[in-house]
């Protein structure tokens, strides 16, 4: 498992933080690119529940691909359940083939058939719940400590396609449990720790609850 430590900040703040960052023996480790997430839960909302309480074991179910939305019908596909102990995090990823649903151009319909390949996979009963998109950048130092920045945040209702974006963007400080190591870059930024879950969030941006 590795450390995750979460940060919100303002798009006004993008370019001072990508500055101290370099200043303190960051480099881009990875090419820009767009996320999309589908994430999956119970019919009870558990996984939300979980999250939204804050307890210290807590896990999400999602797929993720990458570029653009459409991407989804000719890119690999990920089944991916992220597990979290307090700010401790890993993945459990499966890459699925894009044959079954690499000619499939409907949306619903293709959801519908991620829906079933995820029940059967994980022997549950799910339903997609949320949407989201966002732009990340890839940062590294050499003590091997990751950081990304996620920004143009949006959430997508995947019964009515409703969207939002997000005001803030997150940056997230990652790095494994058992190393020891030295997080003083971060006082440059004043930047001040927060949870912050996309699940959540985008429930409560588009009140999916209620909606």
């Known amino acids: 498992m590795r450390n995750e430590i979460k940060f919100r900040f303002k798009s006004d703040d993008l370019f001072t933080i990508k500055s101290k960052l370099i200043e303190n023996g960051f480099f881009m480790s ?42 989804i ?15 401790l995090g890993r993945k459990k990823v499966i890459k699925l083939k894009k044959e079954p649903y690499s000619d499939q151009k409907d949306v619903n319909f293709l959801l519908e058939s991620l829906t079933r390949t995820i029940n059967d996979r994980l022997h549950c009963i799910m339903k997609p719940t949320l949407i989201n998109q966002y732009q990340r950048q890839y940062f590294e130092n050499s003590l091997k400590i990751r950081v990304t ?36 870059f971060l006082d440059d930024l004043k930047l001040v720790i927060t ?12 009140d999916l609850i209620n909606g």
């Open 30 to 71: 990875y090419m820009d690119r767009q996320i999309n997430n589908i994430y999956f839960d119970y019919f009870n909302f558990s996984a939300l529940v979980e999250n939204i309480e804050g307890y210290r074991d807590r896990s999400k179910t999602r797929i993720r691909w990458y570029g653009g939305f459409h991407n």
């Open 73 to 87: 019908f000719t890119e690999d596909l990920f089944l991916e359940q992220k597990i979290k102990a307090s700010h």
């Open 149 to 184: 920045l996620d920004t143009e945040i949006k959430y997508t209702n995947p019964q009515t396609f409703f969207s939002k974006k997000e005001e803030n963007n997150v940056m997230e400080v990652k790095f494994n449990r058992d190393e020891d190591v030295n997080l003083g």
């Open 195 to 206: 949870r912050n879950s996309k699940y959540v969030r985008g429930f409560k941006s588009i």
